[in-house]
């Protein structure tokens, strides 16, 4: 609980992949939930030289009385 209010609080790793084109501010949908991006996201390059998937890191925060 803080200041009164019942706190859920969480962060997640989500691995995308090739072509989305995904910006630190864009919200992200998971199951029926919304996330915020922290930072960039992290594109990520396959051995021959091609975008293989890209990395993101998420926090949501919900509070209800």
Known sequence: TV???DVVAGTRQMLMPAGPDVRGTDPINHFG???DIIGEPSEQIS???ELS???VLL???EGKK
């Open 33 to 35: 939930r919304l996330w």
């Open 3 to 5: 200041q009164g209010l």
């Open 53 to 55: 998937h890209v990395e």
């Open 47 to 49: 051995p021959t030289g």
């Open 59 to 61: 926090k949501r925060w």
